[in-house]
């Protein structure tokens, strides 16, 4: 959930792309190489520290962190993968399940069709989709025709003309079916609780990064019903992580600022909750030894920092998720001595250790935006990879198994010979993905995209959205227990006006 600036591909594809990606000791040299960081709570109570080896290439790799929270949590200490406070000695060791089949038919039963055919959630010979269901309307229709135009049930416009960057780049739902939506508004971390009839709850705001033209704000529910997020705040010459978790009524538990070793550009992109309700945030900081690094951070439910690692030089993630077993998959970039941006994809355990690593590497740019896992430890990555002679972007996504191993890899333009990328996903538990981006329908004129795909990466159904004005793209998908899926994105206004954040729900 990336801000995509369309207007330039060498400057605007990706924020980071844009960013003072300093070389190696460029930046406020005066501070030390170890890389010493502060996390600062806005709210009372005791503080904790947490200290974690991580991958950085400068000095020992050695970072701090301090975290306050308003619960006054006890304090923890772990050092480069060691165990968390979460962790126990005697439980059992979490085991995913088999996965005996490359297309998730063993998966969890959906709604299936009676022996097989139209409603089994199988493509099967004769069949454009097969969604699981016989329910009409929902993309694809009960004698298995697509119904690709379907149209949302619920749509948002939030920001316009305003002189601001507005942006949706969050969405969830909770477990009673209520919607949370979360961007940049009116210059402001912005988070917004709606009911399942859409009727507005409550909003709250944080101050945004004072002069940002991109959104960095995300939004992930635990098992209460609490809400995590992430947004950017700060100044344009310092932009720093917020952190907070906040309780099914708006009313915020804790909230803490991260500002990385220098003080300059730190920027989170994405956020997820585990089983325990600990909550793991990814994103970037700089460096002055390593310039831009990846970071990940893992919280404790009660705002105790767990955990930090950062990786570098000029890395970044852009994406987390987790599996059932509490492990954490990243999708990241990485540049190579000999290649621009290359999409890099990692699995973590629950403690920070390092599982494995896979690399797509390619002459030219390449982003994985999105990562989700399914019930098998399964992870379907997406982005765009640059293609037409290095000219445009086109869809990217794959699999993986829980290993590590590649599976199906989806590679494609949209048709208009001009750039098309997914920029989220989500992925079911049995393995089903919906990966949202932007379409390019003519070369100068990109729509919001929904692309439903099945386990084993057949396309099942694709739904286009012309909000208004242009460029338009989603950042940020979600579906409810009940099969809905939310949507948040934005839109590029004519000069001199600026952009428009959306939101969307789509039926079943």
């Known amino acids: 959930m990336l801000r995509i600036r369309w207007s330039a591909l060498t400057c605007t594809w990706l924020v980071l792309a844009c960013r003072s990606d300093a070389p190696a000791g460029s930046g406020d040299t005066s501070s030390s190489g170890s890389g010493t960081a502060t996390v600062a709570s806005s709210s009372g109570g005791s503080s904790s520290a947490a200290t974690s080896v991580g991958t950085a290439d400068s000095g020992d790799g050695t970072t701090t962190a301090a975290s306050s929270s308003s619960t006054g ?32 038919s063993d998966a969890p039963p959906l709604d299936l069709g009676a022996d097989g055919g139209c409603g089994n959630a199988l493509l099967e010979p004769g069949e454009v989709c097969d969604d699981g269901n016989l329910v009409p309307g929902d993309g694809c229709e009960p004698d298995c025709t697509s119904s690709d135009d379907v149209p949302p049930e619920f749509v948002l416009t939030m920001g316009g003309p305003d002189g601001y960057a507005d942006c949706g780049t969050g969405v969830a739902f909770d477990s009673e079916g209520n919607l949370i939506v979360a961007g940049l508004v009116t210059g402001n971390v912005w988070i917004r609780k709606f009911d399942p009839a859409y009727q507005e709850l409550w909003t709250v705001t ?52 991260y500002d990385g070793p220098v003080m300059r550009g730190d920027f989170p992109h994405g956020i997820a909750v585990d089983s325990h309700d600990a909550i793991v945030v990814v994103g970037d900081r700089e460096n002055p030894m390593n310039g831009v690094e990846s970071a990940i951070m893992k ?13 570098g030089p000029k890395e ?16 990241a970039f990485e540049y190579g001595k000999k290649t621009d941006a290359d999409i890099v994809v990692r699995k973590y355990d629950t ?16 982003w994985a935006t999105g990562i989700g896992v399914d019930a098998w430890g399964r992870s379907v990555a997406v982005g765009g990879v640059l293609g037409n002679g290095g000219v445009t972007f086109d869809f990217w996504a ?29 992925v079911a538990a049995e393995g089903r993905s919906l990966a949202v981006g932007g379409h390019s329908v003519s070369s100068n004129h990109m729509v919001a995209v929904v692309v439903h795909f099945d386990a084993a990466g057949q396309l099942l159904w694709s739904r286009d959205l012309d909000l208004i004005g242009g460029p338009d793209a989603w950042h940020a998908v979600a579906r409810a227990d009940d099969g809905r899926i939310g949507v948040a994105g934005c839109s590029s206004l004519a000069f001199p006006n600026d952009d428009e954040a959306h939101f969307a729900v789509y039926p079943p």
């Open 73 to 104: 949590g006890p304090s923890d200490t772990s050092t480069g993968g060691s165990s968390g406070s979460e962790s126990s000695t005697t439980a059992p060791a979490c085991v995913l399940p088999e996965d005996s089949s490359s297309s998730g």
């Open 206 to 257: 944080y101050p945004g990064a004072l002069g940002a033209n991109i959104s960095h704000n995300f939004v992930a529910v635990d098992s209460q019903d609490n809400i995590a997020f992430a947004g950017l705040v700060g100044t344009l010459d310092n932009y720093d992580w917020l952190v907070g978790l906040l309780d099914p009524d708006g009313g915020e538990v804790w909230s803490t600022v």
């Open 299 to 311: 919280f404790a439910n009660d705002g105790t920092l767990l955990w930090s690692d950062f990786s």
């Open 316 to 331: 970044g993630a852009l994406s987390v998720d987790v599996d059932a077993c509490d492990s954490i998959l990243v999708s």
């Open 351 to 366: 403690d920070g250790g390092l599982l494995w690593k896979q690399v797509e590497s390619t002459p030219t740019t390449d």
């Open 398 to 426: 794959r699999q993986y198994d829980a290993a590590g191993n590649e599976g199906w890899t989806v590679y494609y333009d949209g048709g208009a010979n001009a750039s098309d990328n997914f920029l989220a996903v989500s």
